[in-house]
């Protein structure tokens, strides 16, 4: 077999992402996955990933719980990424909802796994500047 060359060159070990200030970033929806297997709910859930366009290109996460008690904020983020969400039930295509401009609520938290290291939240997502989505903070 043929060596495999890498350059390690300033890598730490450990697989961190950079840890974000907490602040608002402009971003965009980068996937949308649906969970294979029901979550403790008993509900699937979405997966929304979104990558910030500040040349850091930062992945943050957001689980959706399709449980009824929980989709007001499926529904809050919807409005505020433009789509049109109706009061009842309603079928969306994510490949359409991808690559949609937004801006994110970005906190710190500590790191569920890693004790003294510290991890990003999404806190909320806005609609991109100058659009006027239902909006819980500017």
């Known amino acids: 077999m043929t060596p495999i060359h890498v350059d390690m060159s300033g890598v730490e070990a450990g697989g961190s992402f950079p840890v974000l200030e907490p602040g608002i970033y402009d971003a965009h929806v980068d996937k949308i996955e649906m969970s294979q297997n029901k979550g403790q709910s008993g509900y699937h859930y979405l997966t929304f990933v979104y990558q910030t366009d500040d040349g850091i290109k930062r992945n943050i996460w957001s689980n959706y719980s399709l449980s ?3 989709l007001w904020k499926l529904k809050t983020d919807l409005t505020n990424l433009g789509i049109e969400v109706p009061d009842g039930e309603f079928d969306f295509e994510p490949a359409d909802v991808v690559g949609t401009k937004c801006r994110i609520r970005v906190s710190k ?3 569920y796994s ?4 510290e991890d990003n939240e999404l806190e909320e997502v806005l609609a991109p500047e100058g659009d006027f989505g239902w909006q819980t903070s500017s």
């Open 114 to 117: 890693r004790p003294g290291e």
């Open 109 to 111: 938290k500590p790191h």
């Open 68 to 70: 009824p008690q929980a």
